[in-house]
């Protein structure tokens, strides 16, 4: 076996071939660091004198089904100018590793198609040392996100159970990248991130999120000069909620079983886009009875429909009098519930309203916080959460986050 063949094959710079073995079913190549390339570790000088030498062993590229390890007698020198004895450096793995460099460049390869525990098998080694090495490349290249050139992001909490409960989770809505994730959610959630954007010096000019008002308070504290947007799938969320509410109340209402069946089973009907409806089921027609037996249902429901209007006007002053409008016949409607979230819309209008300034909304964050989920129940959860929070940091550009 050549030398350049050790070079090509393994990515083994420097080194020179001595011998091969095989032992266990392993192929065992030993190797040397040619005495012109000893240097100090500690000054890098050439003049050094040789002190004895230590044995390692490193697990580099199988060959085919076989496991490889590269033996090398490390030289140990003592330094003329700096008077130090010292090992010298190993190239060909990171210190304190017992895989070469070109190993664990194919096990992370591998692992952007492949589960951790499928790597693991395939390389025989363990399921800690895998992931050990995706943690401290994750390390490498997404510990710190750059916050410089932020301009406008999102901002939004996830679920993710009873044992891993909420992240915080801010997007860059330009480039699509998760630049922060916080433990809980709330105001305390984003601290780190407020210490970081300061001294990253960036011009935020838009925040998107929900009317959550620990969200807004943070943003008005730490960012004050940025337009708060709040987001329209959260407010219609909110308005079928209370719509939720209003049918469920009519429904315990109904003085007849009939009116009792007519309701019953029109949550769904209710909540969807009337050009969604099913016409194989006849959904138009059960919702229009529902509507027709109940007169405050039908108010609620209307109102629902221009409500999503809102975000289409072609100019902001047109909105602003569109909104003024829906507000002024909710509270006109008699209806405890629609009165209620009208005051709501007339407390944040402004910020409803923002969004004809900068027309963004938490929709690509929702789109990343189901990738999330996917990444949390395909591994049956995490254990290492700064590992997990390494994923979501690097969601945006790894294949493998949806795998395992």
Same mark, same amino acid.
Request: with cysteine.
């Given at each position: 076996?050549?030398?350049?063949?050790?070079?090509?094959?393994?990515?083994?710079?420097?080194?020179?071939?001595?011998?091969?073995?095989?032992?266990?079913?392993?192929?065992?190549?030993?190797?040397?660091?040619?005495?012109?390339?000893?240097?100090?570790?500690?000054?890098?000088?050439?003049?050094?004198?040789?002190?004895?030498?230590?044995?390692?062993?490193?697990?580099?590229?199988?060959?085919?089904?076989?496991?490889?390890?590269?033996?090398?007698?490390?030289?140990?020198?003592?330094?003329?100018?700096?008077?130090?004895?010292?090992?010298?450096?190993?190239?060909?793995?990171?210190?304190?590793?017992?895989?070469?460099?070109?190993?664990?460049?194919?096990?992370?390869?591998?692992?952007?198609?492949?589960?951790?525990?499928?790597?693991?098998?395939?390389?025989?080694?363990?399921?800690?040392?895998?992931?050990?090495?995706?943690?401290?490349?994750?390390?490498?290249?997404?510990?710190?996100?750059?916050?410089?050139?932020?301009?406008?992001?999102?901002?939004?909490?996830?679920?993710?159970?009873?044992?891993?409960?909420?992240?915080?989770?801010?997007?860059?809505?330009?480039?699509?990248?998760?630049?922060?994730?916080?433990?809980?959610? !709330?105001?305390?959630? #984003?601290?780190? %991130?407020? /210490?970081? @954007? +300061?001294?990253?010096?960036?011009? &935020?000019? =838009?925040?998107?999120?929900?009317?959550?008002?620990?969200?807004?308070?943070?943003?008005?504290?730490?960012?004050?000069?940025?337009?708060?947007?709040?987001?329209?799938?959260?407010?219609?969320?909110?308005?079928?909620?209370?719509?939720?509410?209003?049918?469920?109340?009519?429904?315990?209402?109904?003085?007849?079983?009939?009116?009792?069946?007519?309701?019953?089973?029109?949550?769904?009907?209710?909540?969807?886009?009337?050009?969604?409806?099913?016409?194989?089921?006849?959904?138009?027609?059960?919702?229009?009875?529902?509507?027709?037996?109940?007169?405050?249902?039908?108010?609620?429901?209307?109102?629902?429909?221009?409500?999503?209007?809102?975000?289409?006007?072609?100019?902001?002053?047109?909105?602003?009098?569109?909104?003024?409008?829906?507000?002024?016949?909710?509270?006109?409607? !008699?209806?405890?519930? #629609?009165?209620? %979230?009208? /005051?709501? @819309? +007339?407390?944040?209008?402004?910020? &409803?309203? =923002?969004?004809?300034?900068?027309?963004?909304?938490?929709?690509?964050?929702?789109?990343?916080?189901?990738?999330?989920?996917?990444?949390?129940?395909?591994?049956?959860?995490?254990?290492?959460?700064?590992?997990?929070?390494?994923?979501?940091?690097?969601?945006?550009?790894?294949?493998?986050?949806?795998?395992?």
């Amino acid at each position: 076996m050549s030398t350049s063949l050790l070079y090509h094959a393994f990515g083994l710079r420097g080194y020179e071939y001595v011998r091969t073995e095989y032992s266990s079913g392993e192929v065992i190549f030993g190797v040397r660091l040619p005495r012109d390339q000893w240097r100090c570790s500690a000054c890098k000088s050439r003049a050094v004198t040789s002190r004895g030498e230590n044995q390692r062993q490193f697990k580099t590229l199988p060959i085919g089904r076989k496991s490889v390890q590269i033996v090398l007698a490390l030289p140990r020198v003592e330094c003329r100018q700096c008077g130090l004895i010292r090992q010298v450096e190993v190239g060909l793995a990171e210190p304190r590793r017992s895989y070469t460099k070109a190993f664990e460049r194919y096990a992370l390869d591998l692992s952007q198609h492949m589960t951790i525990q499928d790597v693991a098998e395939h390389l025989n080694v363990s399921w800690d040392l895998i992931k050990d090495m995706q943690k401290r490349n994750l390390q490498r290249h997404f510990t710190r996100p750059r916050l410089r050139a932020l301009r406008h992001i999102a901002i939004d909490e996830i679920y993710l159970g009873s044992r891993q409960g909420y992240l915080t989770v801010v997007l860059d809505l330009v480039s699509g990248v998760v630049v922060f994730v916080g433990d809980g959610r !709330g105001t305390g959630a #984003l601290g780190p %991130f407020w /210490r970081r @954007l +300061r001294r990253s010096s960036a011009e &935020i000019e =838009a925040v998107a999120m929900d009317m959550s008002a620990s969200y807004i308070w943070a943003v008005q504290r730490h960012i004050p000069w940025a337009v708060i947007v709040f987001d329209r799938f959260h407010i219609i969320k909110l308005f079928n909620e209370k719509l939720t509410a209003l049918r469920r109340q009519l429904y315990r209402q109904a003085l007849t079983a009939g009116a009792q069946q007519v309701l019953k089973g029109t949550r769904w009907l209710l909540l969807k886009n009337p050009e969604h409806l099913d016409p194989t089921r006849h959904e138009a027609e059960r919702l229009q009875e529902a509507l027709q037996l109940n007169q405050p249902l039908a108010t609620a429901y209307y109102l629902k429909e221009d409500l999503r209007l809102l975000w289409e006007h072609k100019d902001k002053a047109t909105a602003t009098t569109f909104l003024e409008g829906w507000i002024a016949r909710a509270q006109a409607s !008699g209806i405890p519930l #629609l009165r209620s %979230f009208a /005051r709501t @819309l +007339r407390q944040h209008d402004e910020g &409803i309203l =923002a969004y004809y300034d900068y027309p963004i909304t938490t929709g690509p964050l929702e789109g990343t916080n189901n990738k999330i989920k996917t990444l949390n129940r395909q591994a049956y959860g995490y254990r290492d959460l700064e590992f997990f929070k390494l994923k979501i940091l690097a969601i945006h550009k790894a294949s493998y986050a949806l795998v395992g």
